[in-house]
């Protein structure tokens, strides 16, 4: 099977190395072109050719003085030469009625190609990729020109041409009406091959929003990239490009070339069953950026690389995956088979335009012509691919089938155990995170509680004050602040000791909390001073809390150890909010504790405000 695969291989290099060859051979003598009264197309003859020197440059009149020594078929295969080339050919109309012609240069791929005819006098027509289609005299992608002959006339045709993707093509004189009528064929055919490459990517786009599989993301990539470069190629898009574009679209080359590879790897799955095949093709994906980075920087030189390239990389990827012949596998052999064929006419493709093989028709065209072959057996390949994961689908769920008969009956067993499992399980966890939310509740309480007095500490105390202050500015609501310290405490504590100091400020606490309203927020700030927000609540209001505060502590008897009772008093310092953008928590309690310092000053047990307010 490996033998008669690489039979085929060997055989259809040899077939088409048979049909090309012969077709781009024509011997070359003068450059006379004689129109007659039958012929309407002229397609065989030649032409003299005169590649300028460097550092030199020339026009009509310096052409004319030249001697072209050099004369080749009117197929033109030139390759990369360093200047620009002119053309000459004389055509006489020996019919016995005038003629009008079509000159056509059939490549697109030439930066100028401008016609100079003289008869009686000079005639000049640019034309080529520096002149868009809109602006030609004959608006198509094609340099065509028109020429107008009477019976019996003579005339001498000088062409300049200039590319950086190589000189070939072939300069054919054609009837206007065939010449509209190929025209037309060549369009409808493209257009039919244009809708078969969208059928396909649509077509592979389906099975990849199905299987989610790569493999064909990377065929859908290499079969839109090699397509768009076709429709560059054949000047398809040039109607609505410049030559800016047309010379960037070339990047397009190593770029469907590197999704062949990625494509390929993919496929055959190089990473997991070939991993010398991988790092071969991952060489050639870098080596192929690295010349995409060489035409972005100099477009030329870039191009002419990519081209000196093209077949060595092209025969190292053939060659590396040859290899796999001895794999028994019918996708390996497709693939092989598919991609010597796009190896053969891209390496006929490069030939043609470093000028080794003579230009043809039939050459051009090649690669298009092959690629429809290459894109329906790669699509063959992928739908094979298909059958073997759903044969292997298949396969997989036959066993599990029979893996879940088996397992019914024991599952049947045991899934009532599980379940009781289960319910002792979920039971367990709804106590645990019960006990959990209870623990995070009590963490809290006690993060910011002060443990004594029950209050708010001094932290939390200022967190929520922080967010009073900002609501009560923003809404242009009223605040007001109370600080509150226990007169003599020192004494207290001096006298009767901390553990007495510690009751005292537990019943002021508990004081404070019925004396003043639920959506007032209490805090202990310090050893014996005291906070109190109020929002929403003016001075006035604010004032006759506090001190009603004042009044009830003042009256109230703490009993202590060895049935003794304390009377203590407090002071209270009042201030409210600000209407200023700089207020905040800090200088409102900086005031209160100014009036508290004046209420002190003043003989304590009262409450002051600062600064005065009504």
């Not at 800016?244 to 397009?252: K, P, R, Y």
């Not at 052999?333 to 230009?359: C, E, H, K």
């Not at 202050?469 to 007169?487: F, M, P, Q, R, Y």
């Amino acid at each position: 099977m490996n033998t008669n695969l690489f039979s085929v291989i060997i055989k259809t290099i040899f077939m088409v190395l048979l049909i090309v060859i012969p077709t781009t051979i024509t011997a070359a003598t003068d450059a006379n072109l004689v129109l007659n009264n039958h012929d309407k197309t002229y397609t065989e003859f030649n032409v003299d050719y005169f590649i300028e020197p460097d550092g030199t440059f020339y026009d009509i009149q310096d052409i004319q003085d030249t001697n072209f020594t050099n004369t080749t078929a009117n197929t033109i295969s030139l390759g990369f030469p360093d200047n620009e080339v002119w053309f000459h050919l004389n055509i006489q109309n020996n019919s016995t009625s005038d003629k009008n012609m079509i000159l056509e240069f059939t490549e697109v791929v030439h930066k100028v190609v401008d016609l100079y005819t003289i008869s009686e006098q000079i005639t000049y027509t640019q034309n080529g990729l520096n002149i868009p289609v809109k602006n030609r005299k004959i608006q198509e992608s094609t340099p065509s020109f028109k020429l107008h002959f009477n019976a019996g006339e003579s005339k001498e045709i000088y062409i300049k041409v200039e590319s950086m993707h190589g000189i070939y093509g072939a300069i054919e004189l054609k009837d206007e009406t065939l010449y509209t009528k190929e025209i037309q064929i060549k369009k409808y055919l493209y257009l039919a091959y244009l809708t078969a490459l969208v059928t396909i990517i649509l077509y592979n786009f389906i099975y990849f929003l199905y299987f989610k599989d790569r493999v064909y993301l990377y065929y859908i990539l290499y079969v839109t990239l090699f397509g768009l470069w076709v429709a560059n190629f054949k000047g398809l898009i040039l109607p609505f490009i410049n030559q800016e574009i047309f010379d960037i679209l070339q990047l397009v080359i190593p770029l469907f070339f590197i999704s062949l590879l990625l494509f390929s790897q993919a496929i055959l799955e190089t990473e997991k069953h070939h991993k010398t095949l991988h790092k071969i093709y991952n060489s050639i994906i870098y080596i192929s950026l690295g010349t995409i980075m060489w035409m972005v920087i100099s477009p030329s030189s870039g191009f002419y690389m990519m081209n000196l390239l093209a077949t060595p990389l092209l025969l190292l990827t053939l060659g590396s995956a040859l290899w796999l012949l001895s794999v028994r596998s019918i996708i390996q052999r497709i693939y092989i088979l598919t991609l010597a064929v796009f190896s053969i006419s891209m390496t006929f493709m490069v030939l043609l335009t470093f000028g080794i093989l003579p230009y043809s028709h039939f050459l051009s065209s090649f690669i298009v012509i092959v690629s429809i072959i290459e894109i329906v057996l790669f699509s063959l390949l992928l739908a094979y691919r298909i059958n073997i994961v759903r044969k292997e689908s298949f396969e997989s769920r036959e066993k599990l089938l029979e893996q879940q008969k088996s397992e019914s009956t024991r599952l049947f067993h045991t899934v009532g155990e599980k379940t009781k499992a289960l319910n002792i399980a979920k039971k367990e966890l709804e106590e645990e995170l019960r006990k959990k939310i209870e623990l995070e509740k009590h963490l809290k309480h006690l993060a910011s509680t002060d443990p004594m007095t029950e209050l708010f500490n001094r932290r939390a105390f200022f967190d929520i004050a922080d967010l009073e202050v900002s609501g009560a500015k923003s809404n242009h609501e009223e605040l007001t602040c109370l600080v509150i310290d226990i007169d003599h405490f020192k004494n207290v504590n001096d006298t009767y000791g901390h553990d007495v100091g510690d009751i005292v400020i537990t019943a002021v606490s508990k004081l404070m909390i019925l004396n003043t309203r639920t959506k007032d927020h209490i805090g202990r700030i310090g050893g014996e001073e005291f906070a109190v927000l109020m929002p929403k609540t003016n001075a006035e209001a604010a004032y006759q809390i506090a001190d009603r505060l004042r009044e009830n502590i003042s009256k109230h008897t703490i009993p202590i150890d060895n049935h003794d009772a304390l009377k203590i008093t407090i002071s209270i310092g009042l201030s409210s909010l600000h209407n200023d953008d700089s207020e905040t928590i800090h200088t409102l309690l900086k005031r209160a504790d100014t009036a508290l310092y004046k209420a002190k000053h003043n003989g304590r047990n009262q409450v002051c405000c600062l600064p005065p307010e009504k």
